[in-house]
Nanobody
């Protein structure tokens, strides 16, 4: 079982950038596809991205394509989410988790407590 921990959130102005990090508090995440989802108050969970275990395959929700980049460094047991050109609608708590493609979209499990991203002027 994974115990994931996120970091790197904060407050930025529109157009700004943040890099979120995800690591495993115990054991390795290297064998798993890891992704990010986000949840804003009063809204449904929203898929952000997923990267396979080797890092060779990535996928994004349409609204994040071209702005967000997911990557991983298995030697450091880390997964990252680089977020550029942030918009107020990106404000949410971001969670990393084990991910896989289900029939109706990506599924997640073993998510961490999350890191808050706030985009406002």
């Amino acid at each position: 079982q994974l115990h994931l921990v996120e970091s790197g959130g904060g407050s930025v102005q529109p157009g700004g950038s943040l890099r979120l990090s995800c690591t495993s508090a115990g054991g390795t995440l290297n064998y798993y596809a890891i992704g990010w989802f986000r949840r804003a108050p009063g809204k449904e969970r929203e898929v952000v991205s997923c990267i396979n275990s080797s890092g060779g395959t990535t996928d994004y929700a349409d609204s994040m394509k071209g702005r967000f980049t997911i990557s991983r460094n298995n030697t450091k047991n880390m997964v990252y989410l680089q977020m550029n050109n942030l918009k107020p609608e990106d404000t949410a708590k971001y969670h990393c988790a084990k991910c896989w493609a289900g029939v109706n979209g990506y599924k997640y499990e073993f998510w961490g407590p999350g890191t808050q991203v706030t985009v406002s002027s």
